[in-house]
């Protein structure tokens, strides 16, 4: 029998290692139901070329209910797809793929979530749709004007069709890098969002978004030390816009979560040994390097082909070597400058480069376009009927008939019926495909706008009238006592010595006017003043002083507000006014007289221009006339007029005039040097006192009508 001994140590260690090794048993069984409750999994990626057109094909272990939410980068170009339940079952996470625009995938997990970002070669549009257990992607290029692929303008997600959304806040952060973050809170995850990069600013657009009053408004940024100048917010039609002024070289990106939308704009720091700057414009390659002595152009051309995995044909008059030393340059840049340096030149079709000298490329495509000019003098015609719904058939005429720009070719023909409204072209299938988008962006209802304008006038009149009448009268006894006569006198001076029968006897006389100060207070608008008199006389009755005050004060205001309002379409001319015409007689070449007419009334006249930012321009003439007073002529016409161009927001009141008026005036009418004594010098004259005040203010408030307030 033969017997080994272990030490307590190594037994120990096979314990440890025996419950170690449970340990994770359980574990993995525990990780086990975790890795089996996502709901669905990726298991392959590939695609496949066509023309222009790649098409990516995603495997899924299930049918997806819905297609991912997406959402595309322009520097670098990328498209990131978002997996929700979803894990990664393909055994890698980056996939190479030989062919197509898609130079590799790459997939990242994180919880229940996977997301598929798409390494471009250039930007892309996307199209996702679901075959069974497959999403399909069809990703095809850009097209900008004149046919080439730009980088700028890229959709970050899709609508979801469920009506109206809003943005709740704007706000702008800075980076730790120096980099600035414009966060916008949206009111629910699915907002549509298309972002592009717009000359030297980003824009993005929020579809079906409203955007509130107080966050209407522009925010300078330009302190926080970012390539951030300005952010601009204002609604866009039915879409919330946001304009994003950056300054310097930049290059930006835009991410969401969940209602947090993030547009990223940092700065770009170039590297001092680079020949280029990063955002040059016109190249967006992958940057290479070059270092060859004397190397043939076709041998050259080889290398750019097995960098960017494209297609390079070459003309058999190509020859030559070449010396070149390239350091970090983008391959479209390079490629450029090697076919500079020989003369030569390239075209592009899809991902195939076809190269050869200029004067052969030029001569093909000369040959190209004559034998398409000859083409199209003998291609059938054909006739095509557009039913138009807000566009005058008239209109459209003229504008495909233009002798100076003509849309349609030298066989074309364009005939209307006004009664339908209908077009009827003739014409070749390419101009009638010209025709059809024409039609597609001109006969589309047009926004109307109601105009509101408020005419405030206020007055405020004061006038004070003061004035007095002083008279002496005295009595004298004749010889006998058998009469009396009175000696009086007037301002005037007139002295009318008259017998007082009955009172003075037969032979007595007196005055009918013993004032000898006359000076009262004028009335005010037909109302007479007020007075107070006051008699002072002896015992014996034969002298009489008479002191009589007058005086009136009126205090007038008032206010008058007319509110004319008119709804009219999109720089369309509307008039409305409402008053009254007076008569009067004018003479005639024959001598008589005929009657005419003459408009004293309210009248507003306005031609709006709806901007593409969404506020009003509007050409205005504002009229408030009235009846003044009466002439021997006839009643005359006391005018108040503005017209004015002025640019108002949306819902916004702009003030476009305003006059301002104030009379004062004060009339003394006095006894002379009697009038000028201080205090008894009141009795005197009298005075007037004028102080009217008048204001007049022009308010004008439009509103863009939208659709839904139209169908109500």
């Known amino acids: 029998m033969t017997m080994t001994m272990r030490p307590a140590g190594s037994t120990v260690r096979v314990a440890f290692r025996a419950v170690f090794a449970a340990l994770l048993s359980c574990l993995a069984l525990a990780a086990a139901p975790l890795a089996y409750a996502q709901a669905n999994s990726i298991e392959s990626v590939s695609s496949v070329q066509q023309g222009n057109t790649t098409y990516l094909r995603i495997g899924m272990k299930n049918p997806p209910a819905a297609p991912p939410a997406g959402f595309s980068i322009a520097n670098p170009p990328r498209i990131a797809f978002d997996f929700t339940n979803t894990d990664n079952r393909v055994g890698k996470n980056a996939i190479e793929l030989p062919q197509g625009d898609v130079r590799s995938v790459s997939i990242v997990q994180a919880g229940e979530r996977a997301r598929l970002v798409l390494n471009l070669k250039r930007a892309l549009s996307y199209n996702t749709t679901i075959d069974g257990n497959t999403l399909i992607v069809a990703l095809d290029p850009v097209a900008a004007a004149g046919g080439a692929s730009t980088a700028s303008s890229y959709t970050f997600a899709k609508p979801d069709g469920k009506g109206t959304h809003s943005l709740r806040d704007i706000d702008f952060r800075r980076g730790k890098d120096g980099e600035g973050r414009v966060v916008v809170d949206l009111s629910d995850p699915g907002v549509g969002v298309d972002i592009r990069q717009q000359g030297r600013t980003i824009v993005v657009d929020f579809l079906n978004a409203a955007l509130p009053e107080n966050l209407r408004r522009r925010l300078d940024v330009g302190d926080f030390g970012t390539p951030i100048r300005a952010v601009r917010a204002f609604q866009q039609g039915d879409n919330a816009r946001l304009v994003i002024e950056p300054h310097g070289e930049w290059e930006h990106n835009a991410y969401q979560s969940d209602t947090q939308f993030v547009v990223e704009v940092k700065a770009l720091r170039e590297d001092p040994n680079r020949l280029v700057r990063g955002s040059g414009p016109g190249y967006s390659g992958e940057r290479l390097s070059l270092n060859f002595q004397n190397i043939d152009i076709r041998a050259l051309l080889q290398v750019i082909a097995d960098f960017t995995n494209l297609n390079i044909v070459t003309s058999d008059s190509v020859a030559g070597n070449l010396t070149l030393r390239l350091k970090d340059v983008p391959w479209d840049q390079a490629l450029d400058i090697i076919l500079e340096s020989k003369g030569l030149d390239k075209r592009k079709n899809g991902n195939v480069i076809v190269v050869a000298p200029r004067d052969e490329i030029a001569a093909k495509e000369k040959l190209e376009l004559e034998s398409r000019a000859q083409i199209s003098e003998i291609e059938p015609v054909r006739t095509e009927t557009f039913q138009l719904n807000y ?8 504008l495909l008939s233009d002798d100076k720009q003509r849309v349609l070719s030298k066989r074309g023909s364009v005939v209307i019926d006004e009664r339908t409204n209908k077009v009827f072209v003739q014409d070749t299938t390419s101009r009638l495909e010209e025709v059809r988008k024409i039609i597609a962006q001109i006969d589309v209802p047009v926004r109307q706008v109601l105009i509101e304008a408020r005419i405030v006038e206020a007055d405020d009149r004061f006038s004070r009238n003061l004035g007095v009448r002083l008279g002496f009268n005295r009595v004298n006894a004749s010889a006998g006592g058998l009469g009396r006569a009175t000696v009086a006198g007037n301002l005037q001076g007139v002295h009318d010595l008259t017998p007082l029968p009955g009172v003075l006897g037969s032979g007595g006389t007196a005055l009918a006017n013993t004032n000898f100060v006359n000076l009262p207070a004028a ?190």
């Open 391 to 398: 566009q005058k058939a008239d209109a459209l005429q003229k």
């Open 523 to 712: 009335n005010i608008s037909g109302v007479n003043p007020s007075t107070f008199a006051i008699s002072l006389f002896d015992s014996s009755l034969t002298r009489f002083l008479n002191l009589e005050l007058s005086a009136l004060e009126a205090d007038q205001r008032g206010k008058v507000v007319s509110s004319p309002r008119v709804l009219t379409a999109d720089q369309g001319k509307a008039v409305i006014e409402q008053g009254t015409e007076l008569p009067y007689q004018q003479a005639t070449s024959s001598g008589a007289t005929s009657i005419s007419f003459r408009k004293a009334n309210l009248k507003l006249e306005v031609t709006p221009q709806i901007t593409p930012e969404g506020n009003v321009i509007l050409a205005v003439e504002v009229n408030r006339d009235a009846v003044g007073q009466l002439t021997p002529a006839g009643f005359a016409i006391d005018t108040r007029r503005v017209q004015t161009q002025v640019l108002v927001e949306n819902g916004g009141t702009v003030v476009i005039g305003g006059i301002y008026e104030q009379f004062e005036r004060s009339n003394v009418n006095k006894v002379p040097l009697l009038g000028d004594l201080p205090v008894i010098g009141h009795a005197f004259k009298n005075t007037q006192r004028t102080n009217d005040r008048t204001e007049l203010l022009v308010f004008l408030t439009p509103r863009v009508v939208t659709e839904t307030a139209m169908a109500r």
